[in-house]
């Protein structure tokens, strides 16, 4: 078989390297791809923007594609999912009315109070004087949103009104004519975070492990959001009391109110939840796709056949599978470029970047790309140190071990991924 991956940062890395492991698989294709993908064996980058609908359908017929699988939102907010299955080509992932519950926070937010799924108190605005008056009345902090693609970058945690403000106004500012942007302003909850993911064939599903990911740039969880600085896969308090209240009070309810409105939702599911001390649930938000950094940790965890899994989710044959997965803990962290999640300092070449390493350790590329024999950084995340333990402590330790092996000037990352989980070992 022959797999097309759509995209170019470390979760599409990741994903082509689990999936040429499959027996099933003879060559996986990345479009654009990055440094790492392009010196995996088996993986060949194809030079095709993820957002190049009308190449992709050119290539994937050309190359005789038997599967293309979607990493990023933009391509699924164009519409690629549709594009391609009017082609007659089979690929995994949402399609454009369904992957509105990622595109737009309102839509997602209306959804979530037509079908009771616990989630933030809120208020959507389009005009900044209405939106600043609003925040002036609410407690603080307060979450502010843009409603459409953000990369990653869409979230302030406004601490008091003169954040709230700047936060409104950055959002609001038209970016061209013919657009209206629009924000939401939402409850801030306290507790601790947890990403739960799903595989959806249209009508049946399976769960991917547990993860969290650490949004905040800096240690402890401070500072400005990122598109995510490190995560870590199992959950350790994850009960299977709690699992389940989130099947039937978020998973399910969306899955069934998705079917109500004819739109049956076959890809990734992302489900980024808050659970309060006590154990409440609340849905912060959804993403069409998988997630990254957790995907690093995921699918270094996972043990069954990636392919086989989205082969059969992509035709509707996902009843009666099962998902078996590494008993080790996994710990990625994000290593980034000077300057992230701002402007950022790129093309500097990396030091001591190999992809001899030991069977529990990868270093999966997200921000570089090759140049001759070595990686030069091309963006803020540059890359995703990935590692096996056999507690949480352990992993985090080798993580942290060769993310300092790796450089370049100005390099900096988190060393503290899982330090709440890790506090509880």
């Known amino acids: 078989m022959k797999v097309l991956v759509i995209g170019q940062g470390g979760r599409e890395h990741a994903m082509a390297w689990k999936l040429r492991q499959s027996s099933h698989v003879s060559q996986v294709f990345v479009a654009p791809g990055n440094g790492g993908t392009a010196l995996e064996p088996g993986i060949e980058n194809i030079d095709i923007a ?4 009308t190449g992709l359908i050119r290539f994937a017929k050309q190359a005789e594609i038997d599967l293309t699988i979607v990493g990023p939102e933009a391509p699924l907010e ?3 999912v549709d594009a391609f299955q009017a082609q007659g080509l089979k690929i995994f992932g949402p399609t454009q009315k369904a992957a509105q519950l990622e595109v737009s926070k309102s839509f997602s937010k209306q959804f979530m109070a037509k079908y009771k799924i616990p989630t933030a108190a809120f208020k959507t605005f389009t005009q900044i004087d209405l939106a600043q008056a609003y925040a002036e009345k609410k407690a603080f902090p307060l979450v502010i949103k843009a409603s459409g693609l ?6 302030i945690i406004a601490e008091d009104l003169i954040e709230a403000n700047a936060a409104i106004e950055l ?7 013919s657009a209206t942007p629009e924000i939401i302003i939402e409850e801030f909850l306290q507790g601790e975070e947890l990403s739960y993911i799903i595989m959806s064939d249209g009508q049946n599903m399976v769960s991917l492990a547990s993860s969290q990911d650490h949004k905040r740039r800096d240690e402890g969880d401070q500072g400005p959001n990122t598109g995510g600085m490190g995560a870590y896969s199992p959950v350790p308090w994850l009960s299977e009391d709690l699992e389940e209240t989130i099947l039937n009070t978020v998973i399910k309810p969306s899955l069934a109110g998705l079917a109500e409105e004819n739109t049956p939702y076959q890809g990734f599911l992302y489900a980024g939840l808050m659970v309060s ?10 993403n069409c796709r998988l997630g990254d950094p957790e995907t690093q940790a995921l699918l270094f965890r996972l043990k069954s056949d990636f392919f086989s899994l989205c082969w059969a989710a992509s035709h509707s044959q996902l009843q009666g599978k099962c998902v078996e997965w590494d008993d080790r803990a996994a710990v990625s962290i994000v290593l980034c470029a000077p300057g992230y999640p701002g402007d950022i300092a790129i093309g500097e070449p990396i030091a001591n970047y190999t992809r001899e390493l030991p069977e529990d ?5 997200s921000g570089a790309q090759l140049h001759g024999q070595g990686l030069k950084t091309s963006g803020g995340r540059v890359l995703c140190v990935s590692t096996l333990g056999r507690t949480l ?3 985090q330790t080798k993580a942290l071990y060769w993310a300092n092996q790796v450089s370049w000037p100005g390099k900096f990352y988190r060393k503290d991924i899982g330090w709440r989980a890790t506090a509880r070992e």
């Open 150 to 155: 953000m990369a990653g970058k869409g979230v």
């Open 361 to 365: 350790i990868k270093i999966f590329v």
């Open 50 to 53: 993820a957002t190049d609908i």
């Open 78 to 80: 164009l519409g690629i």
């Open 277 to 286: 001390p006590e154990g409440k649930i609340h849905l912060l938000e959804f």
């Open 393 to 395: 402590l352990e992993a």
């Open 171 to 177: 959002f609001l500012k038209p970016v061209k004519a």
